[in-house]
């Protein structure tokens, strides 16, 4: 039976962290969806308003006998602005926040170490919210796995791709092939 740990955080539009991450070795799967707010069950035309306290967010199933929280962690903090409050590129809202919802105290603590180990590559202070774990609402079916199927959308070219590039030159060894 595998080994299966979860993980949730959210640095921008799902589109984009859902992309990087699905990339990684070990990752079973992910649920792009809303999480850190107070309406239940939203829908996305409400989260992306701001009005909800949602972030975008992914939830993660991963393996952590072939990636580790650190590195799941390590990898998202490097593949976004951790350091802009509220916005991410041309997406600004308390919607596109940096947080990181921990599902357990291990996993609190494994961010914490994080966000020190990755503060000298940022001139300014690191503002992604840590904050426990209460609920994920999944994104409605078109959000979904939403790069790999709009890979020609201009949004995927110009937000995206650069992202992907980024993760496979920094990353190589916990690629999937």
């Known amino acids: 039976m595998k080994n299966i740990s979860i993980a949730t955080f959210g640095g921008g539009c799902f589109w ?11 990752v079973e799967s992910i649920q ?12 996305y035309r409400e989260v992306r308003t701001g009005r909800t306290g949602h972030a975008e967010v992914i939830q993660v199933a991963f393996n952590p006998d072939i990636i ?10 490097t593949s976004h602005d951790p350091t802009t409050l509220n916005r991410q ?31 000298p590559a940022y001139p300014d202070p ?25 890979q020609d959308a201009q949004y995927c070219q110009l937000v995206i791709d650069p992202k992907i ?13």
């Open 16 to 26: 984009c962290i859902e992309a990087v991450i699905q990339r990684l070795k070990g």
């Open 89 to 119: 590129d041309a997406d600004s809202g308390t919607q596109y926040r940096s947080i990181v919802l921990y599902h357990d105290e291990e996993q609190k603590e494994i961010a914490e170490k994080v966000f020190e180990e990755v503060q």
């Open 126 to 150: 690191i503002v992604t919210e840590l904050k426990a774990f209460e609920v994920f609402y999944k994104a409605e079916e078109d959000h979904q796995n939403y790069y790999n199927e709009n």
């Open 32 to 43: 792009s969806g809303f999480a850190g707010g107070f309406i239940k069950n939203p829908p």
């Open 68 to 77: 580790s929280y650190h590195d799941l962690i390590f990898i998202f903090m």
């Open 165 to 177: 590039q980024k993760l496979k030159k920094m990353y190589a060894d916990k690629l999937v092939k």
